[in-house]
């Protein structure tokens, strides 16, 4: 079967149109490219909210390695103090220490500290020690009109898990 010649000999005659003719403007508008301008539009149009994507995920996951963090250190610290007192406010300062590297503010955060059989049972040697870290990181960018930054925040919730030593001193 022979293939038809109908498209080319079409093209060949819109490309011999008369210049005064009234298809020769249409003609050099589809040819006349403008291939930069798109490309410029339509990057614009997909790096913008990539951009923005990339920092807001930047700013999450620098929040969740904060929360992890001071949860960890905090039981660390409070498994190792010598009493309940000390041991909330060492606690307390660690989780400050660790947001504070990650440029977040302790004053927004939320510490729990739960033990195992109970409050009086918490530096009990063999005792369960958890503490939880709860914060909400903002979003990048958001003004802080109208209370927006306050609902553009997700929030992160990490809990560490430390037993005391069986060999501490109780006395």
Avoid at 39 to 56: D, E, N, Q, R, S
Avoid at 122 to 132: D, E, K, Y
Wanted: with cysteine; charged share 15%.
């Amino acid at each position: 079967m022979q293939r038809s010649n109908r498209w080319s000999e079409r093209c060949d005659r819109l490309r011999k149109v008369d210049p005064g003719s009234w298809l020769a403007p249409v003609l050099r508008v589809r040819e006349a490219g403008s291939a930069s301008l798109e490309f410029i539009t339509a990057g614009m149009i997909l790096l913008v909210p990539l951009f923005y994507l990339v920092l807001a995920l930047s700013a999450l996951q620098g929040g969740a390695l904060a929360v992890e963090g001071a949860a960890r250190q905090a039981a660390r610290v409070y498994v190792q103090s010598p009493d309940g007192v000390t041991a909330t406010a060492r606690a307390q300062r660690a989780v400050a220490f660790a947001l504070a590297d990650y440029g977040l503010n302790a004053g927004d955060a939320e510490i729990g500290i739960t033990c195992a059989g109970g409050s009086s049972h918490c530096l009990a040697p063999r005792g369960l020690v958890t503490v939880t870290v709860r914060i909400g990181i903002a979003l990048p960018l958001v003004p802080d009109l109208l209370a927006l930054r306050q609902s553009a925040s997700v929030p992160l919730e990490a809990a560490s898990t430390q037993i005391v030593s069986r060999f501490r001193n109780t006395g």
